[in-house]
Each structure stands twice: as C-alpha cells, then as structure tokens.
C-alpha cells in the first residue's frame, strides 16, 4: 500500500485507491467581486460545508467570516497549477474541499484548470462548480447598463495566450461593433497592453466612445470611472479594473453608462409624462 498524496498520512487501499467508505468531493466555488452581500447562498453553503477551503490568499481575504474554524490553504499567484492539485490529492483522500475563485469561477478563473487535471488523471471525483457574480457582471451593474446588446469579453493577459491571437480578438470584436469587457487590461510589469488595445478599438470606433472603469467593484475602495475611448488612458487601471468600452450606440445619462437594447426603434418610448397609476 501507499501513502497518499496530500499529507494526511492516510493508506490507500490496494486495488480500489480512495477507501470508498470516505469519498471525497471538490467544490469551485464563486465568491462574487468581493462583498460578502454579493456571495450567493450557494455558495457559502458549500463554504460551510467543506472540510478543507484553498484558495488565492487574495481572495480569501475577503471572505475571513466564512473560514472561521476551517482548515485554510492560501497560495499567491502564479501558484494555479499546484492549487489544483492539491485540492485533487485532498479530494482523492475523502476531503470536501472548497476551491475558492473571486467572480465567478468558470470565466478566467480556476474551474477549468480543475477539470483539465482531473482529466488528465482519470479522476472520477465529484466535481461541482458553483457560479458567482464575474467581474464583468459586477462592474457592469455599478456603471448602469452598458451590456444591455451583444458584448465580448477579451482578457489582455499574454501570459497563456499569444499576444497576436488577442489583437485578433481585439480587432474582430471591435470591427462587430461589439462592447468590449477587457479583463486584466494593466499590471505594473505589462502596462503597454492596454495602450495597443485601445489603438485597435480606436481604428474602427469614435474617440468620444463612452467607457466605464470600475476598480475593486463592491469593496471599501472600490473606483468608479466614466470616461470616453480617447482619454481612458488618463484613468487609473490596474489588475482590479474591469474596463467596458461602449458600441456606437452607448451613451452616458445622469451618471450611467447605458447600451440601447433597440426598444427605440420599435416601440414609443416617449410616453406622456404623468403619473399613470389611478
């Protein structure tokens, strides 16, 4: 027999691998943007419920309510990869783990990862994803309705993808007159990412395009920032900025950043004032 791999110290049973008496599970987990008031029931009850909560120390320090009296693994970044199997060897030795991601945990976040490696292993755990509010929701809520038509959502991290494959995606949704999400649009060692993905919108889109930048949305300091396609570089963008850049019929009232569904072109929406309530 041999030990496992977590470090629990615990044997495997010949022949069947995991005793089968003590079955293990993974929960990826979405915390939502930050505030414990955008954290879905759901997925506190699977907080709650797990014997063991990883994730990136980041996140989970947003979250130190629910891992009172939980066993916490906390990594930095960069650590996704080794995160992931460690939840495997957990979940493989009968642990409910609690895999933690910020936003919503199948969009640029770790749920995919957990499945690839379970693949690879020919793991047959129980693997639930439970989803949180994205960034993209959360940001989008706080400026009005900028994704009210068609949106894409490109991430400007080149560390996993060809920088040539983004400025494809870049120029192809920007020339669809799509509104643009950009997630992870500026760190203190990539910052000239932002400035070329801008040059490409700009190609096939007004400078006075409305954009709304939102920074740590939900949170104490959470930065709001409505701006237009030619100045948004004059903002503040870091790694916590979701930037949405607005089609060509976006366009900002009283504070909001707001993308015509087409209502206007159908219906009168011009109604008579009044109140209509008898």
Not at 20 to 49: C, E, F, N, R, Y
Not at 60 to 67: K, N
Not at 82 to 94: I, P, Q, S, T, Y
Request: proline content about 4%.
């Amino acid at each position: 027999m041999e030990g496992c791999n977590c470090g629990c110290g615990r044997k495997e049973v010949a022949g069947h691998g995991v005793n089968p008496a003590q079955q293990g599970m993974i929960s990826v987990v979405g915390t939502g943007p930050g505030g414990l008031d955008h954290l879905t029931p759901a997925a506190g009850k699977a907080i709650a419920a797990a014997d063991v909560v990883v994730g990136y120390r980041t996140y989970l320090d947003l979250i130190p309510e629910l891992l009172v009296g939980k066993d916490v693994l906390s990594s930095t970044m960069m650590q996704e990869v080794d995160r992931c199997a460690k939840v495997l060897d957990l979940a493989e030795c009968g642990k409910r783990v609690a895999l933690v991601s910020g936003g919503d945990p199948g969009i640029y976040a770790m749920a995919g990862l957990v499945f690839e490696m379970a693949a690879q292993r020919e793991s047959r755990l129980a693997i639930e994803v439970i989803p949180g509010i994205a960034a993209i929701n959360g940001c989008a809520a706080r400026l009005g309705a900028p994704l009210m038509h068609d949106f894409a959502a490109i991430s400007l991290s080149d560390l996993l993808t060809p920088w040539e494959l983004i400025e494809k995606r870049l120029d192809a949704a920007a020339r669809a007159d799509f509104v643009i999400a950009l997630y992870n649009p500026k760190s203190k060692k990539r910052t000239e990412n932002i400035v070329r993905a801008r040059e490409i919108i700009l190609q096939h889109r007004s400078g006075n395009t409305p954009v709304g930048i939102v920074t740590a949305a939900t949170r104490d300091d959470e930065v709001i920032t409505l701006t237009t396609l030619d100045a948004m570089l004059e903002a503040d963008i870091g790694m916590q900025s979701t930037v949405i850049i607005g089609n060509g019929s976006t366009f900002i009232w009283n504070g909001h950043m707001i993308t015509p569904r087409g209502y206007a072109g159908k219906y009168q929406l011009d109604k008579e004032k009044g109140c209509s309530c008898a």
